[in-house]
T-cell receptor, first 111, second 113 residues
Framework: RKEVEQDPGPFNVPEGATVAFNCTYS??????FFWYRQDCRKEPKLLMS???SGNEDGRFTAQLNRASQYISLLIRDSKLSDSATYLC????????????FGPGTRLSVLP | EPEVTQTPSHQVTQMGQEVILRCVPI?????FYWYRQILGQKVEFLVS????????KSEIFDDQFSVERPDGSNFTLKIRSTKLEDSAMYFC???????????FGSGTRLTVV
């Protein structure tokens, strides 16, 4: 099983739509989880951390299910500017504290 | 907003040459990282650095790679005898806690010809 897996995408949605991305991770001891976004040929930028109780930041909601080793990101009322690749990032405790990136899910928000 | 600065933004080098990629992490950060991303592929961990020594490295980070923090502000990645497959975007990142999300620099695009 790969360390971090994500929906393969791409997701093409109209403006205003709600879209959800899923991510699964293999290391049950992982403690830290994040969503990053990456625009084409740019650096990854931290979007939000993912906490056990779930957390929300404006139109973005992240949830964690430790039992299923599953993380999700929900984007409501999507904007054209949300078009990017969304990266699920998990720390791999058994490999020190380095973070492992998922392959990303590409989102295109269409006018 | 504090930034991680990387130079150069683009480096072209001949196969077999040595390159040094430079990074200036955020000033109060203690943990430093190099990642790379081959075009169209995922971001891959290379090495983490804390307290002036390597704390973790991946299988990719073999003997041709080395890192250094020569002067308390710069953090460099050296690639000796570059190969064609070293062509990638190299990202530096820093953090003030090892379990916090990182801040990435804008990357150096390395092209080996």
């Amino acid at each position: 099983r790969k360390e971090v897996e994500q929906d393969p995408g791409p997701f093409n949605v109209p403006e205003g739509a709600t879209v959800a991305f899923n991510c699964t991770y293999s290391n049950s001891a992982s403690q830290s989880f994040f969503w990053y976004r990456q625009d084409c040929r740019k650096e990854p930028k931290l979007l939000m951390s993912v906490y056990s109780s779930g957390n929300e930041d404006g139109r973005f909601t992240a949830q964690l299910n430790r039992a299923s080793q599953y993380i999700s990101l929900l984007i409501r009322d999507s904007k054209l500017s949300d078009s990017a690749t969304y990266l699920c990032v998990v720390n791999m405790v058994n490999y020190g504290q380095n973070f492992v990136f998922g392959p990303g899910t590409r989102l295109s928000v269409l006018p | 907003e504090p930034e991680v600065t990387q130079t150069p933004s683009h480096q072209v080098t001949q196969m077999g040459q040595e390159v040094i990629l430079r990074c200036v992490p955020i000033s109060n950060h203690l943990y430093f990282y190099w990642y790379r991303q081959i075009l169209g592929q995922k971001v891959e961990f290379l090495v983490s650095f804390y307290n002036n020594e390597i704390s973790e490295k991946s299988e990719i980070f073999d003997d041709q790679f080395s890192v250094e923090r020569p002067d308390g502000s710069n953090f460099t990645l050296k690639i000796r005898s570059t190969k064609l497959e070293d062509s990638a975007m190299y990202f530096c990142a820093s953090s003030n806690r090892e379990d916090y999300g990182y801040t990435f620099g804008s990357g150096t695009r390395l092209t080996v010809v």
